[in-house]
């Protein structure tokens, strides 16, 4: 992605968002809270639309 072949602040910060926000993802289907980590996607999309960009498919793409 373009946000990895970035190195400034800003980029780092915002991959080790995307990081820790995917490890929370696997963490929630890991412990049954959530059934796939699609559905944490769509949580965030619906319910936080004005914080999480419409398109999370970052969460998406990691397999648990």
């Given at each position: 992605s373009e946000l990895g072949e970035m190195n400034t602040l800003g980029s780092e910060l915002s991959?080790?968002?995307?990081?820790?926000?995917?490890?929370?993802?696997?963490?929630?289907?890991?412990?049954?809270?959530?059934?796939?980590v699609e559905d944490v996607s769509t949580i965030l999309q619906t319910g936080f639309g004005h914080i999480y960009e419409a398109n999370s498919n970052f969460l998406e793409e990691v397999t648990v």
């Open positions: 991959q080790s968002f995307l990081n820790k926000t995917r490890d929370i993802a696997q963490s929630l289907v890991a412990t049954g809270v959530a059934n796939r």
